[in-house]
């Protein structure tokens, strides 16, 4: 690190390693001492450098060479380090110099950087990924003793009840920022509320001789919403001024889900077997899909819920081209994608009612977790936790269900609602809240961390 490059060279025939390794070694020494010569001004000093030490040691590639000794006609500092993608004589370059090093010595001869750290690390880690009773909330971790969550630190009662509703709960949808929530009813009201201030910051009636508002999606920046419901009609709104912007006649029947898949283009789909494509100007693509439900990771994929197959399609993101489809071995009411798209959770209803969890990367079931009960609605389970820790859903029975997703132990079953819970949604942002809609009239608002 202090330059004393002849000093270096001599230790290296020590390592007792290849003599091709030993060479590139040397070579890597030779150069950084060749280029800060060069930077010092020392050109004599500099070719000598690259005709008695850089050359014996180069390969056949003679190219390589020849731009090395370009270098020498360099110009200025900036040049020089644009010409030979080289940082200087700084010691951020002579680090660099050391790690190119260390990939050419076995480490039993030179320990790898940070190794203390790297294996305290993984100890925690460890740790961690056998605890049955994690929830990914914990701040800190000891390295004085060994990790172990004896207790489950999750509420056992709801912070705030939510009960200005006039009829049923169906579904929760979260703004992008987090603090923002879509509360969509049985009576075709979509309120908005702000969670952080647990205010209603609109109300908005959604005109339809048919009952039921049935899907809700936030734009990227949180400014306008999607809505479409039993009529059909997918309508646009400005979520600040609560007023309808454009009213989309394409559907035949019941909209159930749709979703902003950027700031321009969003899909809707329904029972109508259409999932439509649109983007700023119009309509541009669609498919002969039976929609139940789609779902979107903050990365890389968008599912689709067909509910005409029990499986569930896989789209790119990005191209909205087929990547790969899952098969359910029965009725799969609801889905959810976890946020990196690596995993998705769906929910086999009904008769002996479970939540499975797949692979997105293997496309293989990796854990089942059951407990809930469900015979007769669509309950829609969700990731939560600040890694996506654990999986929730919500019961026929008026409880959420919360699993740790890695083991599948139950963490918690949280009592407080009367009627069967529809819908889960969490908070990432600074509440880290859990949010429960319910057949019950209310939406009830659970704190995971202590305040």
């Known amino acids: 690190m202090e330059g004393q490059w002849d000093g270096v060279s001599s230790i290296i025939p020590q390592f007792s390693i290849q003599k091709v390794k030993e060479n590139k070694v040397n070579y890597c020494i030779k150069r950084q001492k060749y280029l800060e010569l060069i930077q010092e001004g020392n050109y004599q000093e ?54 190119s090093i260390q990939k050419l010595v076995p480490p039993e001869i030179m320990l790898p950087p940070n190794r203390l750290n790297v294996l305290l690390s993984q100890a925690i880690s460890h740790q961690i990924s056998t605890c049955k009773f994690h929830t990914g909330f914990q701040t800190s971790q000891s390295l004085l003793v060994d990790h172990c969550c004896d207790s489950c630190p999750l509420p056992a009662t709801p912070h705030q009840l939510l009960s ?60 306008k919403l999607i809505t479409g419901g039993n009529d059909g009609q997918v309508k646009f709104w400005n979520a600040y001024s609560g007023e309808c912007i454009k009213v989309i006649k394409d559907h035949k029947s019941t909209v159930t889900s749709c979703v902003f898949v950027d700031s321009e283009r969003f899909l ?44 569930v399609l896989v789209l790119d993101l990005w191209t909205l081209q087929e990547k790969f489809s899952i098969e359910e071995e029965d009725t799969c009411s609801a889905i959810a994608m976890s946020k990196n798209g690596k995993e998705l959770v769906t929910n086999i209803s009904f008769s002996a009612p479970h939540l499975n969890l797949w692979n997105l990367d293997t496309h293989t079931i990796t854990k089942t977790f059951r407990g809930y009960k469900q015979e007769r609605f669509i309950l ?38 009367q009627n069967a819970v529809n819908s889960i949604a969490y908070s990432g942002c600074k509440s880290q809240c859990l949010i429960s809609a319910s057949d019950d009239k209310t939406v009830r608002v659970w704190n995971l961390v202590d305040k």
């Open 46 to 99: 500099a070719l000598g450098c690259l005709r008695n030490e850089v050359t014996p040691l180069h390969d056949d590639d003679s190219s390589k060479l020849h731009a090395l000794a370009g270098h020498l006609l360099c110009e200025s500092e900036e040049e020089l380090f644009e010409a030979a993608k080289w940082e200087g004589s700084s010691s951020e370059a002579r680090c660099s110099l050391l790690d």
């Open 164 to 223: 200005d509703f006039s009829d049923e709960v169906w579904d929760l949808v979260f703004s992008n920022a987090g603090n923002t929530l879509a509360v969509l009813s049985k009576d075709n009201q979509l309120s908005i509320w702000n969670c952080e201030q647990t205010s209603l910051v609109q109300r908005l009636q959604i005109d339809s001789a048919h009952e039921g508002l049935m899907c809700a999606s936030w734009s990227q920046d949180d400014s």
């Open 268 to 311: 809707t789909g329904g029972v109508d077997k259409q999932l439509i494509l649109y983007d700023s100007q119009g309509k541009v693509k669609s498919w002969e899909i039976r929609v139940r439900q789609i779902c979107k990771s903050q990365s890389n994929h968008i599912a689709v819920l067909n509910a005409a197959r029990n499986e």
């Open 380 to 417: 829609k389970p969700a990731f939560i936790g600040v890694n996506d820790d654990m999986l929730a859903c919500g019961s026929e029975d008026g409880c959420i269900y919360i699993w740790n997703k890695l083991h599948g132990t139950t963490l918690a079953v949280l009592h407080g609602h």
